[in-house]
């Protein structure tokens, strides 16, 4: 796979001659490689183990339907592994990685942070197939933190998006930090979209993207200090 530079260079030039609609996509759809066709900015085939990127647009013209685009998803500059929407991510300089490639799905610091400040004597996570509910302090991980965390401790299922939705939801969440942490996690999934979408001006609106995601994460930080002072 080419670098990102090349690819942002490529994603210009497709672009401008056409290849491309140089307006942001209606939709766009993430799913297994299914196509077959060649991803038109890095002319390299999407396999079918890896999850592509389709994005839609309407027509313009009096014709019914979409033109759709099948394009690779943007990846980690650390792992070169794929960024999912529900990744923890971090962005230096418009190039986007995991916070923790080996976990890239795992809470972030501060989402941690705010579940032992205010869910700890919270059930946090029910796992369905074992019918047992558990407490943050109660799940699991992989010995010497090779793999996985927030694990049921019965079947070792992954129950990290039981705890991020009972966070994102719970009452005793103060409403402004509630806020604050999903704008961050807004932020961070408009910043992979925008990444992921080769238009004309990328640069400028991934930047911008960036800011955005900075500025939501010092306003959830200053949030919290002041309920802490409170």
């Given at each position: 796979?080419?670098?990102?530079?090349?690819l942002?260079?490529?994603?210009?030039?497709?672009?401008?001659?056409?290849?491309?609609?140089?307006?942001?996509?209606?939709?766009?759809?993430?799913?297994?490689?299914?196509?077959?066709?060649?991803?038109?900015?890095?002319?390299?085939?999407?396999?079918?183990?890896?999850?592509?990127?389709?994005?839609?647009?309407?027509?313009?013209?009096?014709?019914?339907g979409?033109?759709?685009?099948?394009?690779?998803?943007?990846?980690?500059?650390?792992c070169?592994?794929?960024?999912?929407?529900?990744?923890?991510?971090?962005?230096?300089?418009?190039?986007?990685?995991?916070?923790?490639?080996?976990?890239?799905?795992?809470?972030?610091?501060?989402?941690?942070?705010?579940?032992f400040?205010?869910?700890?004597?919270?059930?946090?996570?029910?796992?369905?197939?074992c019918?047992?509910?558990?407490?943050?302090?109660?799940?699991?991980?992989?010995?010497?933190?090779?793999?996985?965390?927030?694990?049921?401790?019965?079947?070792?299922?992954?129950?990290?998006?039981?705890?991020?939705?009972?966070?994102?939801?719970?009452?005793?969440?103060p409403?402004?930090?509630?806020?604050?942490a999903?704008?961050?996690?807004?932020?961070?999934?408009?910043?992979?979209?925008?990444?992921?979408?080769?238009?004309?001006?990328?640069?400028?609106?991934?930047?911008?993207?960036?800011?955005?995601?900075?500025?939501?994460?010092?306003?959830?930080?200053?949030?919290?200090?002041?309920?802490?002072?409170?």
């Open positions: 796979m080419p670098d990102e530079t090349h942002r260079e490529r994603a210009h030039e497709v672009i401008r001659s056409g290849m491309l609609p140089s307006r942001p996509a209606d939709r766009m759809v993430r799913r297994h490689g299914w196509s077959g066709l060649p991803c038109p900015v890095c002319i390299e085939p999407v396999k079918r183990d890896e999850v592509e990127v389709e994005i839609q647009f309407r027509r313009q013209d009096p014709t019914l979409l033109e759709c685009y099948q394009l690779h998803p943007v990846r980690c500059s650390k070169s592994e794929p960024i999912a929407l529900s990744d923890a991510i971090e962005s230096s300089d418009g190039r986007l990685s995991h916070v923790d490639c080996m976990r890239p799905g795992a809470l972030t610091p501060v989402e941690r942070a705010l579940v400040l205010y869910c700890a004597n919270h059930v946090v996570a029910d796992c369905v197939p019918n047992k509910s558990y407490r943050f302090t109660e799940l699991s991980s992989e010995v010497l933190g090779t793999g996985g965390t927030n694990l049921c401790p019965r079947c070792r299922r992954d129950l990290t998006g039981n705890v991020r939705t009972h966070l994102f939801r719970c009452a005793m969440l409403a402004e930090v509630r806020l604050r999903h704008e961050v996690r807004e932020a961070a999934q408009r910043l992979v979209k925008q990444s992921q979408q080769a238009r004309d001006r990328s640069d400028v609106l991934i930047r911008e993207a960036e800011a955005a995601l900075f500025e939501r994460q010092r306003d959830l930080r200053e949030a919290m200090s002041r309920r802490a002072a409170s």
